[in-house]
């Protein structure tokens, strides 16, 4: 009797393990479950985001140029400004105000306000030394001296400009 009593517990104890096995599984399976519809709902809101995000810089490049922009401060110090992107329509001068600290006073002439630079990233201002620009022309493959105000100057898209601070 007593050996049927030790079989009747030892049979409780299988029952016990397998229950507790049953509930890990369970538990596991549920878990499982869990994990991935997380992971679908989050691989459909960064599939989601990344149209978003490719439609918007759509639409950026079709509302902005890149340019490039030279800054030679005339004592050996160049700088380039490459693919800086700016607004359709924006001036030499609008995008050399983004890229760099730009001084400039307004005069009229003629009844036409022209800006002229006095300064750009604190340099200038020195006597018989002045702020001039240039653009790159791709014909003649050198820099052009322009003929006109930097704030008359309407930037086109692969634009090339250069200022260059120089004796006149």
């Given at each position: 009797?007593?050996?049927?009593?030790?079989?009747v517990?030892?049979?409780?104890?299988?029952?016990a393990?397998?229950?507790?096995w049953?509930?890990?599984?369970?538990?596991?399976?549920?878990?499982?479950?869990?994990?991935?519809?997380?992971a679908?709902?989050?691989?459909g809101?960064?599939?989601?985001?990344?149209?978003?995000?490719?439609?918007?810089?759509?639409?950026?490049?079709?509302?902005?140029?890149?340019?490039?922009i030279?800054?030679?401060?005339?004592?050996?110090?160049?700088?380039?400004?490459?693919?800086?992107?700016?607004?359709?329509?924006?001036?030499?001068?609008?995008?050399?105000?983004?890229?760099?600290?730009?001084?400039?006073?307004?005069?009229?002439?003629?009844?036409?306000?022209?800006a002229?630079?006095?300064?750009?990233n604190?340099?200038?201002?020195?006597?018989?030394?002045?702020?001039?620009?240039y653009?790159?022309?791709?014909?003649?493959?050198?820099?052009?001296?322009?003929?006109?105000?930097?704030?008359?100057?309407?930037?086109?898209?692969?634009?090339?400009?250069?200022?260059?601070?120089?004796?006149?």
């Open positions: 009797m007593l050996f049927g009593l030790s079989q517990r030892g049979g409780d104890n299988a029952m393990g397998k229950n507790s049953i509930w890990v599984s369970t538990g596991l399976l549920c878990g499982l479950i869990l994990v991935s519809y997380f679908v709902y989050y691989y809101e960064y599939t989601r985001y990344e149209t978003l995000y490719r439609n918007t810089l759509r639409d950026l490049e079709a509302l902005t140029i890149r340019v490039n030279l800054i030679d401060y005339g004592n050996g110090t160049r700088t380039w400004y490459n693919n800086t992107r700016v607004p359709l329509g924006f001036t030499l001068l609008n995008a050399t105000s983004r890229i760099a600290k730009v001084n400039y006073s307004s005069y009229t002439f003629g009844g036409q306000s022209y002229f630079v006095n300064k750009i604190g340099v200038g201002g020195d006597t018989g030394k002045f702020w001039l620009w653009y790159w022309d791709q014909s003649s493959s050198k820099w052009e001296y322009s003929l006109v105000a930097s704030d008359s100057y309407i930037l086109q898209d692969r634009s090339i400009v250069s200022w260059v601070y120089t004796a006149f």
